[in-house]
């Protein structure tokens, strides 16, 4: 416990550099969710071999062919979400889990889907030592949403392609759907809301996600 807490310790001024030199400067302004990246320690989601560039403003590689995302990319979506603290929030793509932490601090319960199980178990991992208990994880199809748990206030989805029928499905009225649209890594974050009659859109930043894939990968 105390090697743990003295780590911990060693990350807080590379994690307020982040906050203060990555993210305020680029617009993210949400003050629940530039604490909730100072708080978050970004290094435990990462490999040890790349322990010390877990704050710097990049993307890094975690197995598979599959990235976390730059902090920047994280707080921004996060941001565009505009959580309050009582959702539910259904993630598509664990990943490590990195921004699924990021998403617990700022929501009730994050549901979460990761098709390839040796990620699905490293993030189940990373996020008990981290100690996010509000968070469920499940392995398997990230394009059928969570039926079990729907509807969701909002539905996050960290990898680029095209929206599922099935997630507006399992949207509450009034809840939002992000994603990262588009296809060969060329991709624009799109927010849709789910209205009573329709749906109301808007296009905005551009950005490089790894590919939707569907099915879960089984080895």
């Not at 203060?20 to 629940?32: A, C, F, H, K, W």
Request: glycine share 8%; with cysteine; charged share 25%.
């Amino acid at each position: 416990m105390k090697i743990q807490r003295k780590q911990s310790l060693s990350f807080e001024r590379p994690r307020r550099r982040m906050v203060e030199e990555q993210l305020i400067p680029r617009g993210v302004s949400d003050t629940r969710v530039l604490q909730a990246m100072a708080t978050v320690p970004r290094h435990m989601f990462v490999d040890a071999a790349l322990i010390g560039y877990a704050y710097q403003d990049s993307s890094l590689p975690i197995g598979e062919g599959q990235t976390i995302s730059q902090p920047f990319m994280v707080a921004r979506m996060s941001e565009l979400l505009s959580l309050q603290g009582h959702e539910r929030v259904l993630e598509i793509g664990t990943g490590c889990g990195y921004q699924t932490a990021v998403l617990s601090r700022l929501c009730q319960r994050v549901y979460s889907i990761e098709r390839i199980p040796t990620l699905h178990t490293k993030a189940r991992q990373n996020l008990r030592q981290a100690r996010h208990a509000n968070v469920m994880l499940k392995c398997g199809d990230g394009l059928l949403g969570w039926d079990e748990y729907a509807p969701f206030d909002a539905i996050i989805v960290t990898a680029g392609g095209f929206a599922s029928d099935i997630w507006m499905q399992q949207l509450c009225e009034g809840g939002v759907l992000l994603m990262p649209e588009g296809e060969h890594g060329s991709h624009r974050l799109v927010r849709r809301r789910k209205l009573h009659e329709g749906v109301e859109e808007e296009y905005l930043d551009t950005c490089t996600f790894v590919p939707l894939l569907k099915g879960e990968l089984r080895r």
